[in-house]
């Protein structure tokens, strides 16, 4: 993991000094309410529905196990005793008062963390694969990239006051499990044909109001451009990228308008200006950064009792079955800690189960932890031997939920419980899906299904991308649930497809029932997925299963 | 009367020859770069192209003197400094709300700088 050098801790401790000097001058009037704001925001701090909110960053979704301590210390001390993972991996406290931020962002600056850039219209967290250095899939780590350019728009003088938010996402898998085709930067680490290592650059991807999947801009990159590269685009959105009008203020709208074409040609002209101001200093940089992401010894070992436990415990058997995920090791494995008890809010935790989580990666993980985009923690370096003793202390804390993947793996945004944009709830229609299935005892026998809920047309909650996405709207005071069917974030992202007219509150769990039901009755056999089974039968059996109605109409 | 902001603190502006004001929105490629002093208009502190069109003006080799001029607060004082302007003017008004200590504050601006870390190594 990424080691702060003193350069670092220097920087981190004199941005929280600056905040704790602007909040002061926020209070005695030399900075407007308006000034104010974007600053508050590029250090993390939100004004929400009942109170200021800090969104504090995880990079790339790595932590270890005293930060993860710590965290858990924030949320005793200064929210509720939770925290809140979002799906840009990072945690979210709901309830700070504004003269305590300055001393939670001293606390974070203690294990080498920080909410700079976590919102604001400036370059966001960058977020990566989960799995990285720990997938069988992947070609290179690429948390070494993000690390770089975390650095590298830390604080860059020139994007702090960008046309609008800017996030992104980088890779080192072709399976993509970062959903970089929706990001105004997503990047790929690829192969070119003479065998070296660079990147596949797709730009303009984005969800929100209008959903676009990410185009590529460069096949290939050498590694040694990413700066530069990156630099150049994000220089002609600053110039290019609407500022009248902040629903098309987005790249992705800038790339549309402005056509792919142009925005290359634009593009290309900037890199080949900046890319001599890049001597190599960045590439130095990245070599210690990349030393200090060395994977942890992991010895191929024997898996101990894990068979005896497998063939015999079932409840073990089925956590395994869904949460386990094949190690680039033999022997090891990759555990995915589901944050969706059946009936709890998604990507919740408590400060003691963050501890035991902390405990856990100690004992068995090599010190390491992610967040995961679907709000779940992951142990990315664990011995199957040890699954079975790491299964059990989950139980007891009441995160052993075998549903990682599964119907109940919902993402949910805030939704009207939190958030000030939203028009309609999206937590309890995640919670009484959950709870529903969980009762129907269907959810493993339905398999691989992801659905995302958003609380308003801004998508947080990544509903084109969910094979079953639900979008809660608000109709004449009234809350109304759209669906949409076959959306995917992967590789192959695809924004998925309007059923028709939306739902009630209390019309949307049977809705979903009848989808599920249409699926089990048509799938080909079990091992046909939702998604799959729904790109060979089209809407037309969904459609008629939700409006019989209107079936009889047509019929 | 306006007041120009350097790293020594607020001063009455001195300048005496011509100016060359470009808007927010100006091309940066088809700028004057001989011109003594180019002021890069700042319509609104939350419109960040100035900052660009700075640092476009000095990597194609613009020498003279670059002022942001308009709504740039304190807290951007060091972006502005980084990008590459010299110096910021701001109207009286701002300059009683942010006295002088605010913007000296961050005069320290080659501090802490990451940019100078990934570019130049050090
Ligand atoms: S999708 Fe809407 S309701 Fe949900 S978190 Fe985003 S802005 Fe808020």
Same mark, same amino acid.
């Given at each position: 993991?990424?080691?702060?050098?003193?350069?670092?801790?220097? %920087?981190?401790?004199?941005?929280?000094?600056?905040?704790?000097?602007?909040?002061?001058?926020?209070?005695?009037?030399?900075?407007?309410?308006?000034?104010?704001?974007?600053?508050?925001?590029?250090?993390?701090?939100?004004?929400?529905?009942?109170?200021?909110?800090?969104?504090?960053?995880?990079?790339?979704?790595?932590? *270890?196990?005293? +930060?993860?301590?710590?965290?858990?210390?924030?949320?005793?001390?200064?929210?509720?005793?939770?925290?809140? %993972?979002?799906?840009?991996? *990072?945690?979210?406290?709901?309830?700070?008062?504004?003269?305590?931020?300055?001393?939670?962002?001293?606390?974070?600056?203690?294990?080498?963390?920080?909410?700079?850039? @976590?919102?604001?219209?400036?370059?966001? *967290?960058? @977020?990566?694969?989960?799995?990285?250095?720990?997938?069988? =899939?992947?070609?290179?780590?690429?948390?070494?990239?993000?690390?770089?350019?975390?650095?590298?728009?830390?604080?860059?003088?020139?994007?702090?006051?960008?046309?609008?938010?800017?996030?992104?996402?980088?890779?080192g898998a072709p399976n993509d499990r970062a959903v970089v085709r929706a990001h105004d930067i997503g990047l790929q680490i690829v192969k070119n044909d003479s065998g070296e290592t660079g990147f596949k650059v797709i730009i303009g991807g984005?969800?929100?109001?209008?959903?676009?999947?990410?185009?590529?801009?460069?096949?290939?990159?050498?590694?040694?451009?990413?700066?530069?590269?990156?630099?150049?685009?994000?220089?002609?959105?600053?110039?290019?990228?609407?500022? =009248?009008?902040?629903?098309?203020?987005?790249?992705?709208?800038?790339?549309?308008? *402005?056509?792919?074409?142009?925005? @290359?040609?634009?593009? /290309?002209?900037?890199?080949?200006?900046?890319?001599?101001?890049?001597?190599?200093?960045?590439?130095?940089?990245?070599?210690?950064?990349?030393?200090?992401?060395?994977?942890?010894?992991?010895?191929?070992?024997?898996?101990?009792?894990? /068979? +005896?436990?497998?063939?015999?415990?079932?409840?073990?058997?089925?956590?395994?079955?869904?949460?386990?995920?094949?190690?680039?090791?033999?022997?090891?494995?990759?555990?995915?800690?589901?944050?969706?008890?059946?009936?709890?809010?998604?990507?919740?935790? @408590?400060?003691?189960?963050?501890?035991?989580?902390?405990?856990?990666?100690?004992? %068995?993980?090599?010190?390491?932890?992610?967040?995961?985009?679907?709000?779940?923690?992951?142990?990315?370096?664990?011995?199957?031997?040890?699954?079975?003793?790491?299964?059990?202390?989950?139980?007891?804390?009441?995160?052993?939920?075998?549903?990682?993947?599964?119907?109940?793996?919902?993402?949910?945004?805030?939704?009207?419980?939190?958030? !000030?944009?939203?028009?309609?709830?999206?937590?309890?229609?995640?919670?009484?899906?959950?709870?529903? %299935?969980?009762?129907?005892?269907?959810?493993?026998?339905?398999?691989?299904?992801k659905i995302k809920i958003s609380g308003c047309i801004n998508a947080c909650g990544h509903h084109h991308v969910g094979h079953i996405g639900i979008l809660g709207l608000d109709r004449a005071g009234v809350e109304n649930y759209q669906i949409?069917?076959?959306?995917?974030?992967?590789?192959?992202?695809?924004?998925?497809?309007?059923?028709?007219?939306?739902?009630?509150?209390?019309?949307?769990?049977? $809705?979903?029932?009848?989808?599920?039901?249409?699926?089990?009755?048509?799938?080909?056999?079990?091992?046909?997925?939702?998604?799959?089974?729904?790109?060979?039968?089209?809407?037309?059996?969904?459609? $008629?299963?939700?409006?019989?109605?209107?079936?009889?109409?047509?019929? | 009367?306006?007041?120009?902001?350097?790293?020594?603190?607020?001063?009455? =502006?001195?300048?005496?020859?011509?100016?060359? /004001?470009?808007?927010?929105?100006?091309?940066?490629? /088809?700028?004057?770069?001989? !011109?003594?002093?180019?002021?890069?208009?700042?319509?609104?502190? !939350?419109?960040?192209?100035?900052?660009?069109? !700075?640092?476009?003006?000095?990597?194609?080799?613009?020498?003279?003197?670059?002022?942001?001029?308009?709504?740039?607060?304190?807290? +951007?004082?060091?972006? $502005?400094?980084?990008?590459?302007?010299?110096?910021?003017?701001?109207?009286?008004?701002?300059?009683?709300?942010?006295?002088?200590?605010?913007?000296?504050?961050?005069?320290?601006?080659r501090a802490h700088d990451y940019q100078a870390r990934v570019r130049q190594g050090v």
């Amino acid at each position: 993991m990424y080691k702060y050098n003193d350069f670092d801790e220097a %920087f981190v401790r004199e941005r929280v000094a600056q905040f704790r000097a602007q909040v002061q001058r926020r209070i005695d009037g030399a900075l407007t309410e308006d000034e104010f704001k974007p600053l508050r925001l590029m250090n993390g701090l939100y004004l929400q529905l009942h109170a200021y909110m800090l969104r504090v960053a995880v990079p790339y979704g790595t932590l *270890n196990p005293g +930060q993860m301590r710590q965290l858990a210390m924030l949320a005793e001390r200064f929210d509720r005793g939770y925290g809140h %993972f979002t799906t840009r991996q *990072n945690i979210q406290y709901n309830w700070p008062k504004l003269q305590d931020v300055p001393d939670m962002l001293d606390a974070l600056a203690d294990v080498e963390m920080h909410a700079i850039q @976590t919102s604001g219209n400036t370059i966001r *967290n960058v @977020t990566s694969d989960h799995f990285a250095g720990a997938a069988a =899939d992947e070609i290179e780590d690429p948390r070494p990239y993000a690390e770089l350019l975390r650095q590298w728009s830390t604080d860059h003088p020139e994007f702090q006051f960008l046309p609008r938010k800017f996030k992104i996402a980088v890779t080192g898998a072709p399976n993509d499990r970062a959903v970089v085709r929706a990001h105004d930067i997503g990047l790929q680490i690829v192969k070119n044909d003479s065998g070296e290592t660079g990147f596949k650059v797709i730009i303009g991807g984005g969800l929100g109001r209008t959903p676009m999947v990410g185009k590529v801009i460069r096949d290939f990159l050498p590694k040694a451009d990413l700066l530069p590269y990156v630099e150049a685009i994000v220089s002609v959105y600053n110039l290019l990228g609407r500022r =009248d009008n902040k629903y098309k203020a987005r790249i992705k709208i800038t790339v549309h308008e *402005n056509g792919l074409d142009k925005i @290359t040609r634009l593009v /290309e002209a900037r890199f080949v200006e900046l890319r001599p101001h890049f001597q190599g200093a960045d590439v130095a940089l990245l070599e210690r950064i990349a030393a200090q992401f060395a994977p942890p010894p992991l010895p191929e070992v024997g898996l101990g009792a894990f /068979e +005896q436990a497998f063939d015999s415990d079932p409840v073990f058997r089925a956590w395994v079955d869904s949460n386990v995920a094949e190690h680039r090791v033999p022997g090891h494995a990759i555990v995915t800690i589901s944050l969706k008890a059946h009936g709890q809010t998604p990507g919740d935790a @408590t400060a003691e189960q963050m501890r035991v989580m902390a405990d856990l990666a100690e004992a %068995f993980g090599h010190h390491e932890l992610r967040i995961s985009h679907e709000q779940n923690v992951i142990l990315p370096h664990v011995a199957r031997a040890d699954l079975y003793a790491i299964h059990a202390r989950l139980r007891a804390a009441g995160l052993a939920t075998a549903n990682a993947g599964l119907i109940s793996d919902i993402i949910a945004c805030p939704g009207m419980d939190y958030c !000030a944009l939203a028009t309609a709830r999206s937590i309890p229609v995640a919670q009484q899906i959950a709870t529903r %299935f969980d009762a129907l005892k269907l959810e493993h026998d339905i398999g691989p299904l992801k659905i995302k809920i958003s609380g308003c047309i801004n998508a947080c909650g990544h509903h084109h991308v969910g094979h079953i996405g639900i979008l809660g709207l608000d109709r004449a005071g009234v809350e109304n649930y759209q669906i949409t069917l076959g959306g995917t974030g992967t590789e192959d992202m695809v924004v998925g497809d309007r059923t028709g007219p939306g739902f009630a509150y209390d019309q949307i769990v049977p $809705a979903i029932e009848r989808i599920i039901a249409t699926y089990l009755d048509q799938r080909e056999a079990p091992e046909e997925t939702f998604l799959d089974a729904y790109r060979r039968l089209g809407m037309a059996p969904f459609k $008629a299963a939700l409006y019989p109605v209107e079936k009889a109409h047509a019929a | 009367m306006a007041v120009v902001v350097t790293d020594a603190g607020f001063a009455p =502006d001195d300048w005496a020859g011509t100016v060359l /004001e470009l808007a927010p929105d100006a091309d940066p490629n /088809e700028v004057d770069l001989q !011109a003594p002093l180019i002021c890069v208009r700042f319509p609104s502190f !939350a419109d960040g192209r100035g900052f660009t069109i !700075a640092r476009r003006l000095r990597l194609a080799g613009y020498a003279g003197r670059l002022r942001a001029k308009g709504h740039v607060i304190a807290d +951007q004082y060091a972006m $502005a400094r980084r990008a590459g302007f010299d110096e910021v003017e701001i109207s009286d008004d701002l300059a009683a709300r942010q006295p002088q200590e605010q913007w000296r504050a961050r005069a320290d601006w080659r501090a802490h700088d990451y940019q100078a870390r990934v570019r130049q190594g050090v």
